[in-house]
């Protein structure tokens, strides 16, 4: 599927503030895809800009200025072709739970464990019979179908329990539940930022999407959209995996000034053939 993205972000401040350095998360992961062009304009202009790849294999760029500003705009606009990924040819895999991992602890550890979170993980499990494929399959159905969809612009994700409490949330949510339940039985799992194809949102507009991917022996990482009840195919280009939601921010820094406030505004377009 091609993908053609323009995501512009706008920070507008009430008087002159100087800008710290910012670590901007927008440019696409090269797994399975292939790029088609790519363009990145920061505005005012950086005096240092500087490419790399993070601790967690994303592609990320850092920025620094000079001078005042009342305003600092980042624009992105990519054009990519993604590849379906390749037939599902499972292995023999153990029953849930699991024990023993050689994947990073980051990716299995969770800072608050909640009986709630682990309850409901341990129930679809059970009905999977204890098929790690069958837990995925069953926990991506559940969030999608018993569960009401939300859009909210700030905010970092709820807790897991919040989520499986409240039984609605933002994707970010869904998906932060979606990694406790895999990690409550030893499943490693990460949280993905980017962006996806389908347009029907609750607000009509597009929006940073979020979704989750799940390591499995002699499979890699595989992909789970929640929010649309998805395994993660062609239909989804990500900019950044992480072990949790604040590695993934697609703009991050901060400036100086008195008393100074901000507006933060975007606007997404994604068109897709």
Aim: hydrophobic fraction near 40%; aromatic fraction near 8%.
């Amino acid at each position: 599927m091609r993908f053609s993205v323009s995501h512009e972000t706008l920070y507008r401040y009430a008087a002159p503030v100087w800008l710290a350095p910012h670590l901007l998360r927008l440019t696409p992961r090269l797994e399975g895809v292939e790029m088609v062009s790519r363009e990145l304009v920061v505005e005012p202009a950086p005096t240092l800009w500087r490419d790399s790849v993070d601790a967690f294999g994303n592609l990320v760029t850092h920025v620094e200025f000079d001078g005042a500003t009342e305003v600092l705009r980042i624009a992105s606009r990519f054009a990519l072709d993604a590849r379906t990924p390749a037939p599902l040819n499972p292995p023999d895999l153990p029953g849930l739970p699991w024990t023993a991992s050689h994947d990073p602890a980051s990716y299995l550890a969770q800072a608050h464990p909640d009986a709630d979170v682990s309850a409901f993980a341990g129930r679809l499990a059970d009905e999977a019979g204890g098929s790690a494929l069958g837990f995925l399959e069953r926990l991506n159905r559940s969030l999608f179908t018993d569960f009401r969809h939300d859009i909210r612009d700030g905010g970092a994700a709820r807790t897991p329990a919040q989520t499986l409490a409240l039984r609605h949330g933002a994707c970010r949510d869904l998906t932060v539940l979606f990694l406790a339940a895999c990690r409550s039985l030893g499943l490693p799992a990460r949280f993905v930022s980017g962006y996806q194809a389908h347009a029907e949102t609750p607000d009509g507009r597009r929006h940073l999407h979020a979704w989750a991917q799940a390591r499995l022996p002699g499979l890699g990482w595989r992909g789970y959209d929640p929010t649309h009840g998805l395994a993660v195919a062609d239909g989804h280009v990500a900019l950044c995996a992480a072990p949790e939601q604040g590695a993934t921010m697609p703009v991050e820094g901060g400036y100086w000034g008195e008393a100074v406030a901000s507006t933060l505004s975007f606007e997404v377009s994604i068109q897709t053939r």
